[in-house]
């Protein structure tokens, strides 16, 4: 297929996916059903988080660039995605507006290359005064507050680090490579790797690139998962012989290195059977099969046997406002936190029953907001007369950005053998 019909492919998908995403369909969902693959996938998904991180900039610019008065939202959209390449592409300039304005047939408005031509030479013209005009609020209003309170000193920061792409990480799955092999793999192909203190399986890569291209990637030597995500693991800690129950499993991310890391008897719940489906192919790739489960976790009655759990790992729907660098589309989609909350709770109360005396609980979520994170296990801690919370070296808040990772929150509850005694 010729290059330029691959950029037409990638146009039109962009042109469906990005009005989609900001009248809140989820992104995930818009890139697997552009039914694009491997690199332009890639470059699909590059172009959408890209511009739907920098909407509000892209918005305020067109306000610029357009004569006021009404706008049709598809030509406003494609101007949006043009100016993102525009202002963040490798290709040349000339290329990039001749091939969106070429875009305008693919969304049958024609009359509308002129326009199309003009706004982004006109951009490309007086581009300094344009770019250096201070860039509007990116972040809603309901999450924005938010963070303010919850975080009056580092809500600045939290909300630059929500707006860098954020890094590759890899986990190496060490049932098959060490990290420290299959580091020097992708250095020996030219890629730059870095490693981290606390994460034994974890590699950042200084420059994104489709995963095909990682070595043994269809082998299961490695899979795709943020530094923050690999604590869960580490945090969990498994041991052969325990019995572990991963109760909010798919995608699977975490349930495979819980397996890496040597947990051999784990059922996987989960209550999506489409995210279930890919659990089961992204563990049969990197050599694993657990007992993989459809339920609502919260009903114990629909999984569990009189066996208690040696450890759980509940890691619960959530607002994921700590992965809006990966997520870009949380940011124009509105969230209920009620709803969520109240879930989290119901999940943890469920589960609770099931982990033996002595046993341990890794509550977490991948959102930076209180009320899904120290409110809800304080909630449950000032209820749950055998709950404690164990201090972790490596539990707690963590905001993205911070050592290149997400937002992620992680509580570790020990359970005593009866009420009042320490497990
Ligand atoms: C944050 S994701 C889990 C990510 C996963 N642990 C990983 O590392 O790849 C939360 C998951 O919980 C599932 N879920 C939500 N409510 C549930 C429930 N009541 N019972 C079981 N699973 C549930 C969702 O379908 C979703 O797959």
Redesign the pocket.
Known sequence: MSEALQGQRLRRAALIAYPAALGEERLDFLLERSALQGAERASLQWLLSGALRETAILQALLAQLLRPGRQDEQISALLQLALYELRHGQRPEFAVVNDWVAATQLIGKVWAKGLVNAVLRRYLRERSRLDAIPPPQSHPQWLLQRLQVAYPEQWPQIIAANLQPAPLWLRVNRQRRSRDAYQALLTERGVASSSHPQLPDALMLEQSLPVQELPGWEEGWVAVQDGA?QL?AEILAPKAGERIL??????????AHLLALGADDLLA????ES?LQRTQAALQRQGFAPTLRL????DPTTYADARPFDAILL????SATGIIRRHPDILHRPSDLATLTQ?QAR?LRGVWPLLRPGGRLLYCT?SVLPEENGEQIAAFLDEQADARLQVHPLSGQRLPGQDGMDGFFYALLGKVAEAGEAA
């Open positions: 995500a869960a991963d109760a909010c499993a798919a995608p699977g991310g975490k349930t719940l989960d209550r999506s995210r339920a609502d976790a919260a890691d619960v729907p959530c879930e999940l991948c």
